[in-house]
């Protein structure tokens, strides 16, 4: 995840839920992409440290487990950059230019000059940080499966050139790899819609307040349709069965109405972010710890790079 700003609950359902889970059966690496982040926020980058002890602290307060999973900074290993370097030699243009994520923030991101070398490698930078840890999977939201896509036939192209060294990673995706925000649209921090992680009660009943339901019911009189209605998937995510189907019944009733529908999610949803921002707080507490888990997980990950890039430079020739 790039460090470009608190993690939010699209985030969190789309991968982190995943990283979680997955940790328990399989050896996972989950490291912060802050030369990422500077592929779009070269001009500005003094923002990216905090960030980056954001996003560890997000990762953490959600249950990520420092003794089962290894997490670290992605410019802390030189490693990536090598690859990223000769993966690039191999790397058709156009392979990047059709890219679907490449042009849509071509188009969304009016304001920054994305036209750089960077930007456009965004991809093979990807493909390095994934292949040097030959994984199984990655876990992301569906809107990154194209980079995984891309990153399948940098590594087929590598292995078709020097021979077998990379597998092809899958996409792991959970059961909710979009997940919209108040207004409708995915939730992004870069939209505004978006209700962060470690946002404290408060805001998140008042960015709940705020989300737009069926648009046909007008009145609190009239019968609402459910399905159509975003406060009700979030329902679906954080409130008991029986609250939903009670919510289900009463909206197609008209026996509540938006407001207090509204109240009752955001309890809920407050209620699914207490432990995170308990455990949240326990970290904050303890800042030596959190450098103590980073210095760890870079050691560990360099270990296993390091490998890959003998490998590596012996397939190409290079050694
Ligand atoms: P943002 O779009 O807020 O800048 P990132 O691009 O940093 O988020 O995404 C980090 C991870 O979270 C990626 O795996 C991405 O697929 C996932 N993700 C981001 N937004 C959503 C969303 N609205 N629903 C599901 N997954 C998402």
């Given at each position: 995840?790039?460090?470009?700003?608190?993690?939010?609950?699209?985030?969190y359902?789309?991968?982190?839920?995943?990283?979680?889970?997955l940790?328990a059966?399989y050896?996972?690496?989950f490291?912060?992409?802050d030369w990422?982040?500077?592929?779009s926020?070269y001009e500005n980058p003094?923002p990216?440290?905090?960030?980056t002890?954001?996003?560890?602290?997000?990762w953490?307060a959600?249950?990520?487990d420092?003794?089962?999973s290894t997490l670290?900074i992605?410019?802390?290993?030189p490693?990536?950059?090598?690859l990223?370097?000769l993966l690039g030699?191999?790397?058709p243009?156009p392979?990047?230019e059709?890219?679907?994520?490449y042009?849509e923030q071509i188009?969304q991101l009016?304001n920054r000059?994305?036209?750089?070398?960077?930007?456009?490698g965004?991809?093979?930078?990807?493909?390095?940080?994934?292949?040097?840890?030959k994984?199984?999977?990655v876990?992301?939201?569906?809107?990154?499966?194209?980079h995984v896509?891309i990153t399948?036939?940098i590594?087929r192209?590598?292995?078709f050139?020097?021979g077998?060294?990379?597998?092809?990673?899958q996409?792991i995706?959970?059961?909710t790899?979009k997940?919209?925000?108040?207004d409708?649209r995915?939730m992004?921090k870069?939209?505004?819609?978006?209700i962060?992680?470690?946002?404290?009660?408060?805001?998140?009943a008042?960015k709940?307040a705020?989300?737009?339901?069926?648009p046909?019911r007008?009145?609190?009189?009239?019968?609402g349709n459910?399905?159509v209605?975003?406060?009700f998937?979030?329902?679906?995510?954080y409130?008991?069965p029986e609250v939903?189907a009670?919510v289900?019944?009463?909206?197609?009733?008209?026996?509540?109405?938006?407001?207090e529908?509204?109240k009752?999610?955001a309890?809920?949803l407050?209620a699914f972010?207490e432990p995170?921002?308990?455990?949240?707080?326990?970290?904050?507490?303890e800042?030596?710890?959190l450098?103590?888990?980073?210095?760890a997980?870079?050691?560990?990950?360099?270990?296993v790079a390091?490998?890959?890039?003998?490998?590596?430079?012996r397939?190409?020739?290079?050694?």
């Open positions: 995840m790039r460090p470009t700003g608190p993690l939010h609950l699209g985030n359902h789309g991968a982190l839920a995943n990283w979680v889970r940790q059966e050896e996972c690496f490291f912060v992409a990422h982040a500077l592929t926020d003094a990216i440290r905090g960030y002890r954001e996003i560890l602290l997000d953490l959600a249950g990520i420092p003794e089962a670290f992605q410019s802390h290993l490693e990536h950059a090598e990223y370097l030699m191999i790397t243009v392979w990047l059709r890219n679907p994520t042009k188009e009016q000059d994305l036209s750089t070398y960077g930007f456009l965004y991809p093979v930078l990807q493909a390095a940080d994934i292949i040097l840890y994984p199984f999977g876990p992301v939201g569906v809107d990154q499966a194209p896509e399948r036939e590594a192209r590598f292995n050139l020097y077998p060294v990379f597998p092809e990673p996409v995706l959970t059961q790899p997940l919209l925000g108040t409708r995915k992004s870069s939209y505004g819609n978006a962060f992680l470690n946002d404290p009660p408060e805001a998140v008042a709940v705020t989300m737009i339901t069926d046909q007008m009145r609190r009189s009239d019968p459910p399905e209605c975003n406060v998937d979030f329902h679906k995510l409130s008991p939903v009670e289900d019944r009463k909206c197609r009733t008209a026996g509540i109405g938006c407001v529908c509204k009752l999610m309890g809920h407050n972010l995170m921002r308990a455990r949240r707080r326990g970290y904050e507490s800042p030596q710890r450098e103590r888990i980073i210095a997980g870079n050691e560990k990950a360099r270990r390091q490998a890959t890039l003998e490998e590596v430079r397939a190409v020739g290079l050694r």
